[in-house]
């Protein structure tokens, strides 16, 4: 109980002793609060425990005012004792309660002193329970000068689309992003406020969810679409098809040169082609993309030969569908994307090689980039044996098949007895065995072994 004194001016001088005493302790109280950083090894145990354990880690502790010792600080509203907390625990460091407790934060934000608040915002402004207290409590005009420094988490943006007049939502939004946590056409405060204006300002600075871009196209703004076209980075095989069969044509081309169609709808494309032999869309559509290893087979089966140089004048084949190449493709067609991408896979050697005109055989010899060489292993089981070629194809490699070695240096009867005996030669041996021009022998072994040159 406060004591009585009897004269005023005493009693004042006594609770102005009391004040200094009490601000004295407040500051001091303040000032020893810290942070303790403990430097830790890893143990044996620590390892046994989790297999992805650091070497060593740093652990904080803090040390000092319990949150209900700071609400009293922030209560006392003595402006140099709060501003010396807002600054003192914004430069702890490894533990949350350098922020200050929510509750010490909501009476800063309810007494609204410039000065506090700005020592707020200086550091990292109010936490998400406290936002909504300066939404509902603060003037209009407080606000506006608040959201040029900081803007408002989930909870005080959907506060905002729901309550704010539509130039001071534009006011938020030109400054912030908008930080959904969700966004659908049936919950999203954005989309339920619906106005174009507003929609239109989050999308030119906002990065697009898939969510998102499904409740711009259901609203079916074209102008709103287009320009989540170019923020979103996925857009749903559901709502790819609505755009293909209910999109206007600026839609679809915005789509498609950003996205691949889903291998159904390029599908589509081609049942089209095939039923009125239009090529219209698909070559609009290769203008900014590759086709898949299922849309390549399909289209070396249906497209036209100035479609066919059109998509290989821009990309090359999936090694799986080289096969199918030379099955439905012609002889001119395959020398064409052979002049241009020089190189088929082993399966397809093989196949070339046995089906191919000498001419283009040659070509591909001289011109192929490829690491291994198959081809070689493709072309010594082409019967009757082509040996210009194979004279070529060897010389061509002549540095990996050095000739230091026995069949080089022996004897003809030598030769014959190693290639009659069941010895199975190195791929070295062989082009050498070739190179002494003894068909007989060369065939013989050909015939009877495996060669690869792999």
Same mark, same amino acid.
Request: proline share 2%; with cysteine.
């Given at each position: 109980?406060?004591?009585?004194?009897?004269?005023?001016?005493?009693?004042?001088?006594?609770?102005?002793?009391?004040?200094?005493?009490?601000?004295?302790?407040?500051?001091?109280?303040?000032?020893? &609060?810290?942070?303790?950083?403990?430097? %830790?090894?890893?143990?044996?145990?620590?390892?046994? #425990?989790?297999?992805? %354990?650091?070497?060593?880690?740093?652990?904080?502790?803090?040390?000092?005012?319990?949150?209900?010792?700071? $609400?009293?600080? =922030?209560?006392?509203?003595?402006?140099?004792?709060?501003?010396?907390?807002?600054?003192?625990? *914004?430069?702890?460091?490894?533990?949350?309660?350098?922020?200050?407790? *929510?509750?010490?934060?909501?009476?800063?934000?309810?007494?609204?002193?410039?000065?506090?608040?700005?020592?707020?915002?200086?550091?990292?402004?109010?936490? @998400?329970?406290? /936002?909504?207290?300066?939404?509902?409590?603060?003037? #209009?005009?407080? !606000?506006?000068?608040?959201?040029?420094?900081?803007?408002? @988490?989930?909870?005080?943006?959907?506060?905002?689309?729901?309550?704010?007049?539509?130039?001071?939502?534009?006011?938020?939004?030109?400054?912030?992003?908008?930080?959904?946590?969700?966004?659908?056409?049936?919950? @999203?405060?954005?989309?339920?406020?619906?106005?174009?204006?507003?929609?239109?300002?989050?999308?030119? +600075?906002?990065?697009?969810?898939?969510?998102?871009? +499904?409740?711009?196209?259901?609203?079916?703004?074209?102008?709103?679409? !287009?320009?989540?076209? $170019? /923020?979103?980075?996925?857009?749903?095989?559901?709502? /790819?098809?609505?755009?293909?069969?209910?999109?206007?044509?600026? /839609?679809?081309?915005?789509?498609?040169?950003?996205?691949?169609?889903?291998? #159904?709808?390029?599908?589509?494309?081609?049942?089209?082609?095939?039923?009125?032999?239009?090529?219209?869309?698909? !070559?609009?559509?290769?203008?900014?993309?590759?086709?898949?290893?299922?849309?390549?087979?399909?289209?070396? &089966?249906?497209?036209?030969? +100035?479609?066919?140089?059109?998509?290989?004048?821009?990309?090359?084949?999936?090694?799986?569908?080289?096969?199918?190449?030379?099955?439905?493709?012609?002889?001119?067609?395959?020398?064409?994307?052979?002049?241009?991408?020089?190189?088929?896979?082993? $399966? *397809?050697?093989?196949?070339?090689?046995?089906? =191919?005109?000498?001419?283009?055989?040659?070509?591909?010899?001289?011109?192929?980039?490829?690491?291994?060489?198959?081809?070689?292993?493709?072309?010594?089981?082409?019967?009757?044996?082509?040996?210009?070629?194979?004279?070529? &194809?060897?010389?061509?490699?002549?540095?990996?098949?050095?000739?230091?070695?026995?069949?080089?240096?022996?004897?003809?009867?030598?030769?014959?007895?190693?290639?009659?005996?069941?010895?199975?030669?190195?791929?070295? $041996?062989?082009?050498?065995?070739?190179? !002494?021009?003894?068909?007989?022998?060369?065939?013989?072994?050909?015939?009877?072994?495996?060669?690869?040159?792999?």
């Amino acid at each position: 109980m406060e004591k009585e004194f009897s004269n005023k001016c005493v009693a004042d001088a006594a609770r102005a002793f009391e004040e200094k005493e009490e601000h004295k302790r407040v500051m001091m109280m303040l000032d020893n &609060a810290h942070v303790n950083c403990e430097y %830790c090894l890893a143990t044996e145990e620590h390892y046994a #425990m989790m297999s992805d %354990c650091p070497s060593s880690w740093n652990e904080y502790s803090y040390v000092g005012p319990t949150p209900r010792e700071l $609400e009293y600080v =922030a209560n006392r509203g003595n402006v140099e004792e709060v501003l010396f907390m807002i600054n003192h625990f *914004a430069e702890f460091v490894g533990v949350d309660e350098k922020y200050l407790p *929510a509750s010490v934060q909501e009476i800063i934000a309810k007494r609204n002193n410039k000065i506090e608040v700005e020592a707020m915002m200086k550091h990292y402004g109010f936490c @998400d329970e406290v /936002q909504l207290v300066i939404l509902k409590e603060w003037s #209009m005009e407080d !606000l506006r000068w608040y959201i040029n420094f900081h803007g408002f @988490d989930f909870s005080g943006q959907e506060y905002i689309l729901k309550n704010w007049e539509k130039e001071d939502v534009l006011a938020y939004f030109s400054r912030h992003k908008y930080g959904h946590r969700y966004f659908s056409s049936e919950i @999203d405060p954005l989309l339920e406020r619906g106005d174009h204006d507003i929609i239109m300002c989050y999308l030119k +600075k906002n990065y697009v969810s898939e969510e998102a871009f +499904k409740g711009i196209w259901e609203r079916g703004n074209n102008e709103e679409i !287009l320009f989540a076209l $170019e /923020q979103v980075s996925l857009v749903s095989p559901e709502i /790819q098809k609505k755009i293909f069969e209910k999109g206007t044509l600026e /839609q679809k081309r915005k789509f498609v040169s950003r996205f691949k169609w889903d291998d #159904m709808l390029v599908n589509e494309m081609f049942d089209k082609l095939d039923k009125d032999g239009v090529e219209d869309d698909l !070559l609009e559509y290769v203008e900014h993309h590759e086709l898949s290893v299922v849309c390549q087979k399909r289209m070396l &089966a249906s497209v036209s030969t +100035k479609f066919f140089k059109t998509y290989i004048s821009k990309y090359g084949l999936w090694e799986d569908v080289h096969t199918v190449l030379l099955f439905k493709r012609s002889d001119e067609e395959v020398r064409l994307y052979l002049e241009k991408h020089h190189c088929l896979s082993n $399966e *397809a050697e093989d196949i070339f090689f046995l089906k =191919a005109s000498f001419k283009d055989k040659l070509f591909y010899i001289e011109t192929r980039k490829r690491p291994n060489l198959h081809h070689l292993t493709a072309l010594i089981k082409v019967r009757p044996v082509e040996y210009e070629l194979l004279s070529i &194809a060897f010389l061509k490699h002549a540095d990996r098949f050095p000739r230091s070695n026995e069949i080089s240096r022996s004897s003809k009867d030598r030769v014959k007895t190693i290639v009659n005996s069941s010895r199975v030669l190195s791929s070295t $041996e062989v082009v050498a065995l070739f190179l !002494l021009d003894e068909p007989e022998l060369f065939e013989k072994y050909i015939n009877t072994r495996d060669v690869d040159f792999d």
